[in-house]
């Protein structure tokens, strides 16, 4: 387990971090797109137009508004995308090598995890735009939102699994037993932790922080240039990450040791998981904030807290 | 719980949620809007004005250009200001062509607000569905009229164009298929439980209110007023045929989403019967055929789809009119917005302030700004403008 520093650098920069889930991130919003518009009887766009899109935004200007602190404005993005490369290593890395994973590295996942909204509110809230301002606050009640139903869900298949705190140790006791998405608490924590991450990528009917209708991309609405693109690869990346995160924590991982097809059929679930996220996103209205908020502390805790209590009695 | 400090939050002038420029100042406490202050005056393209240097067979084609959606209403209370003036009674199939056109524009102006009302909520399945199924609307208007929009149909006197026995069938056609999806749609708002959570109760405009601002249309329709330019001063064709006013009481943006989905329903029960009886009438005359400009007074009103269209025209027996006035149904709805976003959050007040299907630039009559912002003229000097010109005028009536 004694990895050399390159490697660990090779594993974050390229393969399977930074480079790799980038790639793969923006491929998912084009299939975001081009899904969305099949939904909507458009034909969509190309398959390299996300890229066209960030390169592009890679060549124009930014602009930092008068009164923002330049370092935060401009810092939070980047702290952003590097916790996603990070949290996209570790969970990428845990699957396919469960060997090489570290102790606690679930709390790691969580943490960073939290990473994004905050630096996102952090951005938002040193712009000086009012209406930014309140994308910042509409982004902190989210978060505040949904962040209990997701440590119960985690909460419940850690239970479930008779205490392990190890991603490695967590898909190992579903390849020798099931994957917990098969079993009446994993999958009420499945779906409760699937509503939270729809909310963490800020997707209809949680896209409230950003709504361009109403306050016209809110969190995003002061960021221009590079610095977008850095923003909207996060997001991409954030994209890939959560359907990997849910096929690792609830549906046995993407990889596991068994021969044969099921190599390839394994990466069709965190697929499944974003058709799943895209067909919620576009048979849905924007909800308010306040409904966003008693959703999730009503339906979806009592969810999770059922969930969990299930597992406590080996449900 | 400590009074939360106070900010605006623009709308406008340049803003996402509305296509044309106009601005909303909301002032927030957090998310809840305690003020709105409208201010417009941004899109003003002197219709009025250009009117008057037009003849009355012009002049049709400029007031079709006031509003790109409803590019009927406007020509159809305009055709009605100059007849009533010369005192010129249509051709009975004319009446018919004319209420077709004016109800197939109604249906597709409905479907447009609707797919506007689903992208301000995020939900852009609906507006894009709502759009495709206005499709087939503008493409039988494309039929008859030869064109999707503008068409350019009415004329002093009658219609320009013949509704012939071939465009018929297809237009049946297109409206049995609208019938079905607009059903297919009413039923999927309707039932959609987020979408009740998200309008109900939504941007209230209580029947007291609306008398007060005196709202017209579905905004008026939905808050319990039965107003209907169509029931109440028939015109065109729509005394003729049996049709049914929608009003509902809740005054909600619900509420006036379904009075326009409803609203389109009658719409294409219009159309058909006006087809039925179109057949029945012999192949005939399809214009009154004015001879020379009205000496007198006119008016014309048109419930547009968005409430009712008012025009004046004031001739002098010459080609031109000296005096064309028009009024806007957004005019009066826009203002109702001043009580009916208070208290609501911003997330309410966008949906409640798209919810009267505003457009502004029918509505602008003035613009009284140099480019450096400084304002020219106040209301009171306005005014006394207009009464001097009333006076150079003749005194007026």
Redesign the interface.
Known sequence: MNMSVGWVFFYLLVFPGFLFTSVVGLLYTWVDRKVTARIQFRVGPPLLQPFYDFFKLLGKDTFVPEGAPRSIFLGAPLIGLASVSVLSTVLLVSNLFPGQAFAGDLIVVLYLFAFVPIVLILGASSSSNPISALGASREMSLYLAYELPLLFALATIIVKSGGLLKIGDLLQWQWTNHPFLYSASGALAFVSAFLCMQAKLGFVPFDIAEAEQEIMGGITLEYSGPVLAVLKLTKAMLYFTVSIFLTVFFWGGFRSPREGWYHILGWLKPLAIIVLIILIKNTNPRLRIDQALRFFWSIVLVLSIAGFILATVGL | MAALER????IGPF???QEEAEYFKLT?E??KVVGLDIQLGYMHRGHEKICEGKTYDQIPFVVERICGICSTSHPFACVQAIEDAAGIEIPPRAAYIRTIVGELERIHSHLLWVGLA????????????AW?YRESVLEISELITGNRNHYAMFKPGGVRRDIEGGMIPPLLQVLDDADKKILMLTKAVLD?P??H??LEGVGVLTPEMAVEYSVVGPTARASGLAIDVRKDDPHAAYDWIEWEEIVLHEGDVFAKAKVRLLECLESTKIIRQCVQKLKDLPEGEIDAHMERGPDGEGIGRYEAPRGEVFHYVKGDGSLYPSRYKIRAPSSMNIKSNEVAVLGG??????ITLAAVDPCYCCTERIAAFNTKGKLLYTWDDLVKLSQEKTARMGGGS
Do not use: C, Q
């Open positions: 900010k605006v939050i623009p803003h996402p949620l927030v957090g998310e689903g992208h301000f909520l995020g939900y852009n399945t609906v507006w894009m569905w495709k959609d987020v979408l959570k998200r959050s911003v997330a309410d007040a966008a």
